[in-house]
């Protein structure tokens, strides 16, 4: 997971348009923006789709909670019909399609409007995606906005259709705090994920360490970042929302909330614990690496030093002055051969004693 290297240049396009603009500088990563119904009470439930934001309006006067889903942002026709029927604030529309934010919490008057970074890891795929979701709550609906499909809200939906639990008897704030309880529990099985490959790092690095080996330890450290970034601002956005005084939110939900703070606390525990543990991973790394490098230059000196001696010799009876008596002697040839193997043997042997070798 990493910063999307465009985000800088799509937010220069904001550069100079009036506060509240509705303009999409993301991808269009779906088709068609889709808006999706759940309407439910404890003993009813409609599960619908809509095409237009007008239709949502039937939604806001009954006796029920409604959960309207939006999947794709680039629609901002739509999005402003949105913000018409449930009378957002054009600077609150403009948020939602300005991605890639730090997760914060607004309370207005009549909506409590939040922010959050949803993080999962696609079937097949290395990386992390990081995707933004917004959320509007209101008196007895709940406005979400995602960026694409997919989400880790399944479960949360599987709920509501069978009735299992006590979300069916609660209200807007405990579907709220539903969905972000699911997006703080999917922390943790990303960061399962990171800690098995951590502990397959640490001993891919005792045994053969590679060059890739490097990349990886770097890019899990990258992902861990991104992780600490989004968490401390959603302990704060979890810690605000038990704190709030909003009418939206029942004195009830505080021991929930209380809760999903304590799960923000715990995975910000284990993002810094992971962080340690690939910082020893890189340490090991870069000690085995120096001592293998230290290894081979040591092989590599004793191998020079034997030669130091073998080489002088063979220079001195290389200068073929005539005044040299050795160059005669009959033997004289098989003798340098005799020198250079003692002092060859010699030299190992005390290299031996010295444990140098």
């Known amino acids: 997971m990493g910063e999307d290297p465009l985000k800088v240049s799509r937010a220069r396009g904001r550069i100079g348009l009036p506060p509240g603009s509705l303009v999409y500088l993301g991808e269009e990563k779906v088709e068609q923006v889709r808006v999706s119904v759940i309407d439910y009470n404890e003993t009813e439930l409609n599960e619908t789709a809509v095409g237009y934001a007008d239709e949502c309006s039937k939604f806001i006067?009954?006796?029920?909670v409604t959960w309207i889903n939006v999947t794709g942002l680039h629609d901002t026709e739509l999005l402003a019909g949105l913000g018409d029927v449930f009378g957002l604030h054009p600077l609150v529309l403009e948020d939602i399609l300005h991605l890639g934010q730090r997760p914060k919490l607004e309370d207005h008057d009549d909506y409590v409007f939040c922010t959050l970074q949803m993080l999962y890891r696609r079937p097949g795929e290395q990386s992390i995606v990081s995707e933004q979701v917004s959320m509007?709550?209101?008196?007895?609906y709940l406005l979400t906005f995602q960026e694409m499909d997919g989400d880790v809200f399944d479960m949360i939906r599987e709920r509501i259709r069978t009735g299992k639990g006590r979300i069916r008897k609660m209200g807007c704030d405990y579907l709220a705090y539903a969905l972000i309880d699911?997006?703080?529990?999917?922390y943790f099985v990303v960061l399962e994920e990171i800690g098995e490959k951590s502990e397959a790092l640490q001993e891919s690095v005792l045994e053969k360490p590679e060059p890739a080996t490097l990349q990886t330890i770097h890019r899990v450290r990258r992902e861990l970042i991104g992780l600490r970034k989004y968490l401390w601002p959603l302990r704060e956005v979890v810690s605000n929302l038990e704190k709030t005084e909003s009418r939206l939110i029942s004195k009830g939900m505080g021991p929930y909330l209380r809760d999903v703070y304590e799960h923000t606390i715990q995975v910000i525990d284990s993002i810094e614990s992971l962080r340690d543990v690939l910082s020893g991973a890189l340490d090991t790394y870069m000690t085995?690496?120096?001592?293998?490098?230290?290894?081979?230059?040591?092989?590599?000196?004793?191998?020079?030093?034997?030669?130091?001696?073998?080489?002088?010799?063979?220079?001195?009876?290389?200068?073929?002055?005539?005044?040299?008596?050795?160059?005669?002697?009959?033997?004289?040839?098989a003798g340098v051969w005799v020198v250079m193997v003692l002092l060859t043997t010699a030299m190992f042997a005390y290299f031996r004693r010295k444990k140098w070798l």
């Open 61 to 64: 006067k009954r006796d029920s």
């Open 136 to 140: 509007v709550l209101g008196k007895g």
């Open 182 to 186: 699911a997006i703080v529990d999917n």
């Open 288 to 333: 085995v690496v120096s001592n293998r490098t230290n290894d081979v230059m040591k092989v590599l000196t004793i191998i020079a030093t034997i030669f130091i001696p073998l080489t002088f010799v063979a220079g001195i009876y290389g200068m073929n002055f005539e005044n040299m008596p050795e160059l005669k002697w009959q033997y004289g040839y």
